[in-house]
């Protein structure tokens, strides 16, 4: 396509204008390593127009999804009351504007194949130094979800991953996703976990957790983290409950969105430090 800069891309999904905030901030802390990668956003229906314009100011390339071609049935199971009975959020808070079925739009983005690699960024998370090299990583390549003990290592999280468009990966994931009675207790993260079952695991600072910050304090570095994911409550949120806890966190994402001076690292006090 004449409008591609590069053959490859980081890519993340707005669907809401909530989510279009959060992509601001992270597109904003992306343009800041100088990469050298396009910027797409995926984006659907539920973020209109005046949300997604900043992101368009950015440099975006917008590319419009809709939700994927899934049974009746499957999406019964997937709806936010159903999935949060049968599998509740019980470390954190989900936001009201949290939808699950959202969540599987994530998987239109093997449908980029102008591009020969992308790495995907979920859109509540901002990029605190150049990860270009990830391009360089194999599909599937993610970060563990590591949050409350190292337990987690054994599970993904799908707020970062390395992916190879393919309309054969696509066509592929569509069967396997939606099989009569499956349920996906994570929606994306459990799926993708199942279907590239020898996945590739980044460093954890790849993806470090919000939560990691008061949970376990001593594996917070920030002359190591690369990507800060806001996992649970968001920063953008005013009636944030555990906004006490995590404010320089908090502060730290409201300079990138705001487009502020950001804190050199270098200077920042980890968890232990700040207590």
Known sequence: ????????????????????????????????????????????DGADQPALAPLTQLGCRLVAVDHLPLSAEFN?????????????FTKGRKPDFHSPLDNFCKLRLWQLTEYQRCVFIDADAIVLRNIDRLFRYP?????????????DFHRLNSGVFVAEPSTETFRRMLEHLDQPGLFWKRTDQTFLQDFF?????????????QYVWFTMPRLWDWQSISVLHYQYEKP????????????????????????????????????????
Request: zero cysteines.
């Open 1 to 44: 396509m004449s409008d591609l800069s590069s053959p490859y891309a980081y890519v993340t999904l707005v669907t809401n204008n909530d989510y279009a905030m959060g992509a601001k901030a992270l597109i904003t802390s992306l343009r800041r390593t100088e990469t050298a990668a396009d910027l797409v956003v995926l984006h659907t």
């Open 76 to 88: 019964e199971r997937h709806a936010r009351s159903s999935l949060h009975a049968a599998a509740p």
């Open 139 to 151: 599909e599937f390549s993610a970060a563990p979800n590591v949050y409350e003990s190292l337990a």
């Open 197 to 209: 079952q020898d996945w590739h695991g980044l460093p954890v600072y790849f993806n470090m957790l």
């Open 236 to 275: 953008w949120e005013t009636n944030h409950p555990k906004a006490d806890k995590l404010r320089p966190l908090i502060d730290l994402w409201h300079a990138f969105y705001a487009g502020d001076d950001v804190p050199d690292l270098s200077t920042m006090a980890n968890p232990e430090e700040a207590a």
